[in-house]
């Protein structure tokens, strides 16, 4: 079925298809669901900068931010299908078309941020960037999405009881609506872009996320209970339409992909501070920060969560991987959430 968004997206889907626009190479089109100033959206920046200084402006990225180009879900679809060259989401729409990317989604995988980074930098990582490519997509860079917490418009959660027959937006992913019913709320898939409305008009009490989401997606107005839980600390991944990247000279691929690597520890930087930030302003805007979470009996809970999807030996082995990933002075590491 094509929907509205994609007849509308149709002129440029199809100048999307060719690689040159009046003789010039056109930029790469890419998608991201956040607003321009949010680090996601400044790390596609910083790609465009460094391509621009090293081609001599030969390659050039054109940025749709603020799910202009629609919810991720869809904007995947037309990634895979090659009317949009780069996307930014977050793993989880990416769970149900790469299946092995739930390992990273599982619940309390990850004991810190440091312990993420240092899984994402290295081969665990990239071989789930390179399973993509079954799909049709190039996985070109993570970058950070800190922790998510969970907060609602009805009181302080502290205990998984506290959740009890809550209505929780959650994004569309499975483990995201096992996870959220076995804490015993009622999980509710809605795109990021329209969770604010719920909220106001109660169709959900809560919702969850990390600070600078809460922050930029203006939720913290309307559910002012933020309880840190930090459940999950699934990444945002780049990728690249690999209908696109396979049509590239070997040379424009390079360029891309060190772009790529090279805009991870700028995001990096953006984002403890932006996490930081928004931190501070919301606590002074009055939000409720619940600290004294229970946070073994929500893990506790998320055993049979891990069992549901761990589904092959090999998904099992790489979550075991993680968890026994050791890290030098990883207590001594000082990053923001
Ligand atoms: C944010 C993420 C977005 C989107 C959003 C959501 O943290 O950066 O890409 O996935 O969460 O909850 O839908």
Redesign the pocket.
Known sequence: MISRRQILLAPLLLSACGGRDNGKTRPLFAA???PDE?P?VQALHAIDRLLDERTNGEMRIRVYAGGQMGA?KDTLEITIFGGLDLN??????LNSIVPETIVLALPFLFRSIPHLRATLDGSIGRSLLDAMSAQSLHGLCYYD??A?SFYNTKRPIRTPEDMRGMKI????SDIYVSMVSALGANPTPI??GE?YQALVQGVVDG????W??YES?RHFEVAKNYSLTRHVMAP?VLVASKRRWDRMPVEEQEYLQAAAYDSVPIMREIWDARVTAARSRLIESGVQVVEDVDGPAFARRMLPVWDQFLITPKMRALADEIVALELNNEESIVTAE
């Open positions: 991201d669901t956040h949010y996601t991720e930014r989401v977050n793993l989880a729409p999405s800190g998510r937006r959650v994004q569309n795109p990021y969770v919702a969850e996320n990390n600078p989401s997606a945002e």
